[in-house]
């Protein structure tokens, strides 16, 4: 399965697609990676006159990447039998260090810790362009084929 194959089965579209690729891809984890545009609408409100993303859009990339699309390359076999799987991300515990502004590009690193049963726990990070670690935690989620 290609990286693009991948994205394409991502259940998520602009504006709340947060995957512009996947670097690498293994049983074992995912890296990829997101530029957020200055014109995002969650923008706007967040905060006035000084754009920051939020906490929660930064966890929602990092699930995407980390999360949804190593459990659809884990899940390959079972995506050419239903390729509209239900999602649900059940559980996570972020920590974060740096915002994350406008036009910057970030890079999620996860490393897969559990998975059976449909259930997927990784490892994830988030870096900024610089290599700083902007968050990190434990992402769990369930996916129902």
Not at 98 to 120: A, D, G, Q, T, W
């Amino acid at each position: 399965m290609t990286t693009s194959e991948i994205i394409a089965l991502l259940p998520y579209q602009k504006p709340f697609l947060f995957v512009d690729g996947i670097d690498a891809i293994s049983e074992d984890g995912i890296t990829g990676y997101y530029k957020f545009k200055s014109d995002e609408p969650f923008y706007d409100g967040h905060f006035k006159n000084n754009p920051l993303t939020p906490g929660v859009i930064l966890t929602e990339c990092m699930a995407q990447i980390g999360l949804v699309c190593l459990g659809i390359y884990l899940s390959k076999d079972e995506f050419k039998e239903n390729p509209n799987p239900q999602i649900a991300l059940t559980s996570h515990e972020m920590d974060f260090y740096l915002p994350v502004l406008p036009e910057e590009k970030v890079m999620v690193i996860s490393e897969k810790e559990v998975f059976r049963f449909n259930k997927l726990k990784c490892k994830v990070k988030m870096l900024n362009e610089k290599g700083e670690l902007v968050a990190r935690g434990l992402i769990s989620g369930m996916m129902k084929t």
